[in-house]
C-alpha cells in the first residue's frame, strides 16, 4: 500500500484486519517552484540493507545480506534496565516496528545487549506479534523464557556498526555465529 500520510492507527487497523502481512510506504512529494519534483520514502524491507561502515569496499564486505525469505529473527538492541525487566522479566518486547510482510515469518527474538557489552546474549521463541496501543508499533510475546547464546559480540573496527535499530536474520545464522560480522 502506498499512501501520502501515514495515520497514527492506520498499521494497527491493516495488522487486526488482514491475515497477511501488509507493508505500507509513506511517500512524500516535494515540488520547487519550476516543477521539478523530488519523492521520499524508505526503501521496502529497508531493514534488510547491510549495516556496514561507510567507505569500506564491497569485497570486504562480501555478501552478508540474509536473503528475505530465510528470514525468521528480528534481533533487537536494549539497554540493561530494559533488557533485565521486560526482555527477561516479562518474557516479551514491546514498542518496536516491525515490517508489515515480515511479521508472519518471524519466529524468534533476539536481544542485542548495547554497550559496554555489545552483544547478542538472549534469544526466544515467538508466541505472537500484536499491536501495541495505537502507535503503529508491535508486542513481541515470548513462547517461553529467552535462553543464553553466545555471546555473539560487536568486533571492534569490524564491518557491522552496533545495532540502534531492529535488525531481521536467520535463527542458523546466529546459532553459528562468534561475532556480528558472521551474521550480517
Do not use: C
Request: net charge negative.
Amino acid at each position: 500500500m502506498v499512501i501520502d500520510e501515514l495515520l497514527e492507527n492506520l498499521e494497527n487497523v491493516l495488522a487486526r484486519s488482514f491475515q497477511f502481512g501488509v507493508e505500507v510506504l509513506e511517500l512524500a512529494r516535494y515540488e520547487k517552484k519550476g516543477g521539478e519534483r523530488l519523492y521520499h520514502f524508505e526503501p521496502f524491507l529497508a531493514d534488510l540493507a547491510e549495516d556496514v561502515e561507510a567507505g569500506q569496499d564491497t569485497a570486504r564486505q562480501g555478501s552478508s545480506r540474509p536473503d528475505p525469505g530465510e528470514v525468521d529473527t528480528v534481533v533487537v538492541p536494549a539497554r540493561e534496565d530494559g533488557f533485565s525487566e521486560t526482555f527477561l522479566g516479562e518474557n516479551r518486547w514491546y514498542e518496536i516496528r516491525i515490517h508489515g510482510t515480515m511479521r508472519p515469518q518471524i519466529k524468534y527474538i533476539a536481544g542485542y545487549r548495547v554497550a559496554p557489552i555489545s552483544a547478542i546474549t538472549h534469544i526466544a521463541p515467538v508466541k505472537s506479534i500484536e499491536p501495541w496501543k495505537d502507535t503503529g508499533k508491535f508486542v513481541v510475546n515470548f513462547a517461553e523464557p529467552a535462553r543464553e547464546i553466545g555471546p555473539i559480540e560487536l568486533v571492534k573496527g569490524g564491518r557491522v556498526k552496533p545495532l540502534y535499530n531492529l535488525r531481521y536474520t536467520a535463527r542458523g545464522r546466529l546459532e553459528s555465529a562468534k561475532t556480528l560480522d558472521d551474521v550480517w
